[in-house]
């Protein structure tokens, strides 16, 4: 079962500026300019309806030949995911591709993907936060399936705890779920 939805963009394709929205202020800003010389392999944005653990709606990446504008919603279909621990936290990316494209209407899957864009993708996460001193673990890919499945838990804990501030929801979830908070490589 294919899945669509939209992902607004916080980053464009090729920047090495890191925005973030607030969900607050409903706003996107700076946040920082990437310490090193990486830049972000694909559009970067997130799943407003989706909280994920580290308290920020559900990133996503969107497989595209465009850089598009930070705020700009695009139409997606979720391929995977990969699994990520930063500096402690479980922070789930989703790997999306444009909809809305016909030159990419036939990839359906994380394996359709040429396997160099995937390792640009885990080797730019891995690298990104070096110079800050920051501890990052990709744990690996994941199919459509576990993507959706992650998708729908992370509506859930938005309905749920989206109006909680984000310090307070992630000791709150430290303490139900553990597991999704360990400093330690699964």
């Known amino acids: 079962m294919e899945k669509k939805l ?3 963009i916080e980053i464009p394709k090729h920047s090495n500026v890191k925005y973030e929205y607030d969900r607050v202020t409903k706003e996107i800003s700076v946040d920082r300019i990437l310490y090193g010389a990486n830049v972000y392999p694909q559009n970067y944005g997130f799943i407003k309806e989706a909280l994920d653990w580290d ?3 559900l990133d996503a990446l969107v497989i595209a ?3 598009f504008t930070p705020g700009i919603k695009v139409p997606v279909r979720i391929l995977g995911a990969m699994e990520m621990i930063d500096d402690g936290e479980t922070d789930t990316k989703l790997i999306t591709v444009i909809a809305c494209d016909k030159r990419y209407e ?3 899957t994380l394996k359709q993907l040429p396997e160099h ?4 993708i885990q080797n730019f996460f891995e690298q990104y936060k070096t110079l800050q001193e920051k501890n990052v673990k990709v744990l690996g890919f994941q199919d459509a399936k576990w993507a959706m499945n992650e998708y729908e838990e992370c509506k859930r804990m938005m309905k749920q705890y989206g109006d909680m501030p984000k310090k307070e929801f992630v000791e709150k979830m430290m303490q139900i779920h553990p597991e999704k908070y360990s400093k330690e490589e699964k």
């Open 55 to 57: 308290g920020d709606e």
């Open 106 to 108: 036939h990839i359906k």
């Open 117 to 120: 864009l995937k390792a640009e």
């Open 6 to 8: 939209d992902v607004i």
């Open 65 to 67: 030949d465009q850089s």
